[in-house]
């Protein structure tokens, strides 16, 4: 038989092994503890680089490119100015108003109220009864104002369904931030309708 001897651990050790443990406890602990962060809320870090490196300069103008308007911003009101402009222009003989109930979504309710209250602005001939939209584009014009100029490309067509002619007709559309947080027109000129 031998005998069997306790080892006894030196004091060093067992703080050594409590402190292994406790670290790891306590960072579980403390994210236990910490309210929920939605993942959509966390911020991301931004290198910059002094001394004018060219990947950081690029980075910047790529996400703000604009002087008085935030990019996304600027996407946004671009999309609700050409989706105003489309529903605007596109024309059916059968309904002729319905142009300018299209419209309404995309307006401030001022804009929105005298779309709904001006009547007809253009009736159907039997060459002129539908205009569809065939191409919409704009340009921003960087300013206080939020402005854009949209070119809105349509074929008209008559009242049998032939293509009559081409048009180009040409916006001047400013939009405002609405408290819905919409941008919306708020002011629109034809600047120009073009037979071609």
Do not use: C
Not at 11 to 24: T, V
Not at 50 to 77: F, L, N, R, S
Not at 125 to 149: H, I, L, N
């Amino acid at each position: 038989m031998t005998k069997q001897t306790k080892r006894k651990l030196p004091k060093k050790g067992i703080i050594g092994f409590f402190l292994i443990l406790l670290i790891p406890g306590a960072l579980i602990f403390y994210q236990w503890i910490q309210p929920d962060v939605p993942k959509s809320s966390k911020t991301k870090e931004t290198v910059v680089e002094v001394g004018g490196g060219k990947e950081a300069t690029d980075k910047q103008e790529k996400e703000e490119p604009y002087k008085y308007h935030y990019k996304k911003d600027v996407d946004a009101a671009k999309v609700n100015a050409e989706s105003f402009a489309r529903a605007y222009t596109a024309f059916n003989g059968a309904r002729p108003d319905e142009n300018q109930l299209n419209a309404v979504p995309y307006a401030t309710p001022e804009i929105s109220l005298k779309l709904q209250n001006q009547g007809q602005e253009v009736r159907p001939t039997v060459d002129m009864y539908q205009r569809q939209v065939t191409k919409v584009s704009s340009d921003y014009e960087d300013g206080a104002d939020m402005y854009f100029k949209v070119k809105v490309e349509g074929t008209f067509f008559n009242d049998k369904g032939k293509k009559f002619m081409d048009t180009v007709t040409l916006y001047n559309i400013l939009l405002r931030h609405e408290e819905s947080g919409k941008w919306l027109v708020s002011d629109f000129s034809v600047q120009q309708d073009d037979e071609r």
